[in-house]
């Protein structure tokens, strides 16, 4: 066989080792991939929390000429966007005709009883009471809550025996 045969064959030889070496390449250093969505979610929940202040009136004197004024306050803190309702109950010691909303509070000492009003306004204008009509609307920011302020009267010349006079209202936050 001639030189230059020869040498053509070995160059075709050499080519297609090369191709074949090429191919197993590519072949091996190609990688199938696949994909698929991972759905992330969560869910806020309405929650509230409630803390109160109480009213204290201090010293009541029956022979004073107006009604005997005292502040509090409740606190709600809900969850951002949280429709809430605050309502105060009738106390521990209600007339015998309040409702709850209307009610007619009393203070208790033993067996004496000392009427007072809560009201939701500082001109005692909107009773505040525990129904849905006469509780107060807060919308929740997820922040601690702006305090809410309780304004109590005790209605002037009351005429009771002497004592301390308490009385618990439970406040409610509806969510």
Known sequence: ????????????????????????????????????????????????????????????????????????????????????????????????????GVPERQMASGTNRMAYFLYSDEGAGTLWGNTPATGVSQTGTGFEGEAITVYGFITAGQNVPVGSYADTVVATVTF
């Not at 066989?1 to 191919?23: E, F, G, P």
């Not at 109480?54 to 009604?67: E, L, T």
């Not at 005292?70 to 010691?93: D, H, M, P, R």
């Open 1 to 100: 066989m001639n030189r230059t045969i020869k040498s053509n064959m070995l160059n075709v030889a050499l080519t297609a080792a090369m191709v074949l070496v090429s191919a197993g390449f590519a072949i091996a250093g190609h990688a199938a991939t696949d994909t698929s969505n991972l759905a992330v979610n969560a869910t806020i929940l309405d929650a509230c929390t409630i803390v109160t202040t109480g009213v204290n009136f201090g010293n009541y004197d029956h022979n004073a000429s107006s009604d005997k004024g005292a502040t509090g306050s409740v606190t709600e803190t809900c969850t951002n966007g949280t429709a809430a309702k605050i309502t105060l109950g009738q106390g521990l010691w209600p007339t015998a005709t309040s409702v709850d």
